[in-house]
């Protein structure tokens, strides 16, 4: 049988009287991409941080980690060079080039300058930045400063990857460039640990999506499962909640959740949804299938963009 590539039991972390992570347990199979979704605040950074050394677990007798075989309260070195870490905030030179960047992270990790150059040549063309090889930092775009810290966190060839909000703020395109990336080197049989609050994220390129919020664990398992097994198929959503009045009759025992804004009413009969949405004026809903976003409404009663 294939050993986890990481496996955690009971892991606590605590800042003063919060508690950022309470009682998290998963297993990341090697060569798949294992997702934490939440809102702000869910303690996504702090669990990564755990794993990759940078944050100290709580002293507990239940608490076991494995990295690729290696403990992270002892073996962070082992970790490191067994990993590439794409923090939440980019912290590249600003005043150096693109090349320049990823030529003094190679130096720093101790490649030999050939075989440097070589992986660095290779990594520009795999994240699509070779036409801006020269550009100092500050010039770039968002999407492309967010490219070079990937293939920052690629030189050393890492068997896993951890990337922390990989596509935060960054447009559509950048987006499904960025996936495109994740997907091919999973292919490649790299390990792949992220943390999203987008659930599309999480959706197109988790193979095992763990949601949490404030710290505990919610749910987990593959994304279209989650939705198969703890959701209704459909979501009928009212962009007008006045109108919600006139289907009172109609819905009457559908499971709805109701906000300001809109009013959602959530069935696998896609027949009385529509039924419902012939009622009204188009431009007054959406019909469509339920996502993740949904799921975590459910599960915690609260959106995964909300404020916190
Ligand atoms: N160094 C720290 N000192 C004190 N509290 C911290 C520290 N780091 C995180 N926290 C707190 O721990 C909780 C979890 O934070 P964490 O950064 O892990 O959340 P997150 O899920 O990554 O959120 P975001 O989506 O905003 O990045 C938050 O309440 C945060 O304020
Ligand atoms: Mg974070």
Redesign the pocket.
Do not use: F, I, V
């Given at each position: 049988m294939n050993v986890p590539a990481i496996e955690v039991e009971h892991l606590y972390k605590s800042?003063?009287a919060?508690t950022?992570v309470h009682d998290l347990c998963f297993t990341v199979a090697g060569s798949t991409c294992f997702s934490f979704l939440?809102?702000?605040?869910?303690?996504?950074?702090?669990?990564m941080k755990v794993l990759y050394g940078k944050a100290e677990a709580d002293r507990s007798s239940e608490t076991r980690m494995q990295v690729f075989g290696f403990d992270p309260r002892r073996d962070q070195l082992r970790i490191k060079t067994l990993s590439g870490v794409v923090p939440?905030e980019n912290s590249l030179d600003v005043e150096l080039n693109v090349q320049q960047n990823l030529r003094i992270f190679a130096d720093f990790y101790g490649i030999p300058r050939r075989q440097s150059a070589e992986r660095i040549e290779w990594l520009l063309e795999f994240m699509e930045l070779r036409d801006r090889r020269s550009a100092r930092v500050r010039e770039l775009s968002g999407g492309m400063k967010r490219r070079l810290v990937i293939a920052r966190a690629l030189l050393n060839d890492p068997a896993l990857l951890i990337l922390?909000?990989p596509t935060t703020g960054l447009d559509p395109q950048v987006r499904q460039l960025i996936w495109d990336k994740l997907r091919s080197l999973k292919r490649e049989g790299v390990t792949i640990l992220l943390?999203t609050?987008y659930m599309d994220e999480a959706f197109q390129i988790a193979d095992t999506v763990l949601i949490m919020d404030k710290?505990h664990k919610v749910l987990e398992g593959a994304p279209q499962q989650l939705l198969e097994q703890h959701i209704e198929k459909n979501v009928l959503e009212l962009t007008r909640p006045s109108q919600a009045a006139r289907l009172r009759q109609l819905l009457d025992g559908v499971r709805s959740d109701t906000s300001d804004e809109r009013v959602l009413y959530y069935s696998s009969n896609i027949e009385l949804l529509q039924a419902a949405a012939g009622q009204l004026e188009p431009g007054d809903y959406y019909l469509r299938q339920t996502n993740l976003e949904d799921l975590f409404l459910k599960s915690t009663g609260r959106r995964l963009n909300e404020l916190q």
């Open positions: 800042y003063g919060l950022a939440g809102p702000n605040g869910a303690g996504k950074t702090t669990m939440q922390d909000e943390t609050h710290g």
